[in-house]
Nanobody, 119 residues
Framework: QVQLVESGGGLVQPGGSLRLSCTAR????????MGWYRQAPGKERELVAT???????NYADSVKGRFTISRDNAKYMVYLQMNSLKPEDTAVYYC?????????????WGQGTQATVSS
């Protein structure tokens, strides 16, 4: 059983920064792609950024140049550095990981962490 645990959300003023972290807990697995998604009130969940096991990254147009995704494979962790935050970045942010166990691959989600950008 694998569990994804996020941290780092909070309240920040426009123009500020937050750093989200997500760790995969468990044993006997490896991780392929990891990513961050977000869901604002009344909206569907959307992709923010993804990173492959080879560190290839992909970003939503709305966050390019402001957010940076990175990972630490040895620690089973993925990070999202969010700079120049805007009120429209307010959302619950979810970590996602493609977990490989044996010959199977599964998509896991964290519980979400709230990020609020407001003055």
């Amino acid at each position: 059983q694998v569990q994804l645990v996020e941290s780092g959300g909070g309240l920040v003023q426009p123009g500020g920064s937050l750093r989200l972290s997500c760790t995969a807990r468990g044993s006997g697995f490896s991780i392929n792609a990891m990513g961050w998604y977000r869901q604002a009130p009344g909206k569907e969940r959307e992709l923010v950024a993804t990173i492959t096991s080879g560190d290839t990254t992909n970003y939503a147009d709305s966050v390019k140049g402001r957010f940076t995704i990175s990972r630490d494979n040895a620690k089973y962790m993925v990070y999202l550095q969010m700079n120049s935050l805007k009120p429209e970045d307010t959302a619950v942010y979810y970590c996602n990981a493609h977990i490989v166990s044996g010959r199977s691959e599964y998509s896991y989600w964290g519980q979400g962490t709230q990020a609020t950008v407001s003055s």
